[in-house]
């Protein structure tokens, strides 16, 4: 993570996509609280839309859906699809708080 850090601290424009690549190849040595809470750091939305949306569809923890739609809501203006997948995400998922949403 240590790394991935440092290619956020040099660029986030121009390392986003390399770091979303690796954190989805190694998130489950890196887990998904961790790598999440790198993006967070930077205040890096989009980041944590691209990386949640490879496996949110199959995810059962409500807080890393809740991650998933709250990403996707604050980077719409520069992801415009981001939008659709979250309604999406919002009319079909099981696994996250309504009301968490809500707020």
Known sequence: IECLTTL???????????????AKRWSEQFTPKA??????????YEGIYWYTVSFVSECKESDLVFKCI???????????????FVTQICRVHDHYDPKQVKE
């Open 70 to 84: 709250e990403a996707g809501v604050k980077c719409s203006t520069s992801v415009p699809q981001a939008i659709k």
């Open 35 to 44: 790598l999440i809470e790198m993006f967070e750091e930077f205040n890096c």
């Open 8 to 22: 956020l601290k040099n660029g986030i424009r121009a390392n986003l996509r390399t770091v979303v690549e690796i």
